[in-house]
């Protein structure tokens, strides 16, 4: 049994988890993410690690409440215990002198794009991080990833902080910024991967997105998260989470994220479950 640390909602549905692994921190990097149980009857949840301490024994995971795993999740408490709690699991982010580094993080990618904007800035990068969200309330850890990057960048799409709008504005705040990228790295829901690719294609700048949202099984057994990336069959759990966003089939993989819709949004909504503080 794994003992809870820190359940806390950071922002709006967005949980920040913390749980006592020692045996995970001895091996976690960049990318990799753990797969845990909430109960025994609960199914299992890939997260993407956000953080870890290893004098502590502690990893950390940002998640997203959004169906009814996440919601069992969200109701968990400081000295709970969960029954399952495995990793760390998938390829390390690549992490190297590439240069110019920048960072794009929304969502829950706002927490797991910190190790991999830290160890970047260890290998001798200029690390940049771009966060978007809809309104000002939904973003955070502002000040966690401006000590380990060059500049905090914001954008939102109602204007309440930094830029206004959505990612399909890069080019023009790369120019702005005057920042131009060796690479970039995109962390967060399907759709902010999917557009960063879409602008970043054409400026050819190479662009590595994070697939963990379609994962189950975590370990290439149960077939769920496979997808398509420059014509050939992978799995996200083995051959990733990391690939090159010009080249994932981003329709096929939209088709498949609704799956699942039937066991894990419906049953949350026919429960009334609230949100859990």
């Known amino acids: 049994m794994y003992r809870v640390v820190v359940r806390r909602m950071i922002v ?19 990318g990799n993410f753990v797969i845990l149980r909430p109960d025994e009857a609960g199914e299992r949840v890939p997260l993407t690690i956000a953080d870890w301490d290893a004098a502590a024994g502690t990893v950390t995971s940002v998640f997203l409440q959004v169906g009814a795993s996440t919601s069992k999740l969200a109701r968990l408490k400081p000295d709970d215990v969960i029954p399952t709690y495995a990793g760390p699991l998938g390829n390390d982010t690549e992490i190297a002198h590439f240069g110019t580094v920048l960072c794009i993080a929304g969502c829950y990618g706002i927490g797991s794009i910190y190790p991999v904007a830290r160890s970047l800035q260890e290998a001798g990068n200029t690390v940049y991080v771009l966060i978007e969200a809809r309104s000002r309330y939904l973003l955070y850890w502002q000040d966690k990833l401006r000590g380990v990057c060059t500049r905090v960048i914001e954008i939102t799409r109602d204007g309440s902080a930094g830029y206004k709008g959505h990612i399909t504005r890069l080019p023009e705040i790369l120019i702005l910024e005057k920042i131009k990228p060796d690479r970039i790295i995109v962390n967060g829901c399907t759709f902010l991967m999917m557009k960063a690719s879409e602008v970043t294609r054409p400026l050819g700048i190479k662009t590595i997105v994070n697939m963990n949202p379609i994962m189950i099984d975590g370990t290439g057994m149960c077939g769920v998260c496979r997808l398509t990336v420059g014509g050939k069959m992978k799995f996200a759990c083995v051959d990733g989470p990391d690939f090159d966003g010009h080249e994932v089939d981003w329709v096929e993989f939209l088709k498949r994220r609704q799956t699942y819709n039937p066991e894990e949004v419906q049953p949350l909504r026919r429960s009334g479950c609230a949100s859990h503080y």
């Open 12 to 30: 709006p549905n967005i949980h920040e988890l913390t749980v006592a692994a020692p045996e995970v921190t001895n091996a976690a990097r960049p």
